[in-house]
């Protein structure tokens, strides 16, 4: 009778413990998808003046470009649909989504990139090149948060807790 009274008690004081322990880990890996989170956001806001400024350089660029006016109006309404849809962007997913196609736009093999280096001055043209700089080294730092973010979400046993509380990967920041 003790035996089994004491088995009964052992099984139920394992039982007890578990639960505690999936709770424990619930909570742990809730806190730190919040902490993952919130370094993610930290470094989205470390790159959105560099966005910003990009944008008006080159708003202000295109604007003072003296060239065939269909290429500049091509250009320019490529140009200004994206910075309308980055004004709209309801969301971080938008806003780098809009930007990477902006940023698109800019690689050295893009005609946007020849005229606006051909078409401003020295100055200007460094002024750009460092922002577009900047932006590089922060999307970086901001690609690595997204990555450890991302490897939470995918890895047991987070990710369980992830499908849980039903959280997504996050898209990285890249030129195609």
């Known amino acids: 009778m003790i035996i089994i009274n004491l088995a009964v008690f052992i099984i139920g004081f394992l039982a007890i413990m578990t639960v505690v322990?999936?709770?424990?880990?619930?909570?742990?890996?809730?806190?730190q998808f919040e902490k993952l989170e919130s370094i993610v956001q930290e470094q989205f806001e470390k790159i959105s003046p560099y966005f910003n400024k990009r944008c008006s350089l080159i708003k202000k660029y295109?604007?003072?470009?003296?060239?065939?006016?269909?290429?500049?109006?091509?250009?320019?309404?490529?140009?200004?649909?994206?910075?309308?849809?980055?004004?709209?962007?309801?969301?971080?997913?938008?806003?780098?989504?809009?930007?990477?196609?902006?940023?698109?736009?800019?690689?050295?093999?893009?005609?946007?990139?020849?005229?606006?280096?051909?078409?401003?001055?020295?100055?200007?043209?460094?002024?750009?090149?460092?922002?577009?700089?900047?932006?590089?080294?922060?999307?970086?730092?901001?690609?690595?948060?997204?990555?450890?973010?991302?490897a939470a979400t995918n890895i047991f046993p987070s990710s369980v807790v992830a499908k849980l509380q039903g959280r997504t990967e996050i898209s990285l920041y890249k030129v195609e």
């Open 21 to 31: 322990m999936v709770i424990t880990c619930f909570v742990m890996f809730r806190v």
């Open 62 to 150: 295109i604007a003072g470009l003296n060239i065939d006016g269909d290429i500049k109006e091509d250009m320019f309404t490529e140009v200004e649909r994206i910075l309308s849809c980055l004004e709209k962007a309801g969301n971080r997913e938008e806003i780098i989504e809009n930007q990477m196609l902006l940023g698109s736009l800019l690689t050295e093999e893009k005609q946007l990139y020849g005229i606006l280096k051909a078409g401003v001055t020295e100055a200007e043209w460094k002024e750009f090149i460092g922002v577009q700089e900047d932006i590089d080294i922060v999307k970086n730092e901001l690609n690595e948060a997204v990555r450890r973010y991302n």
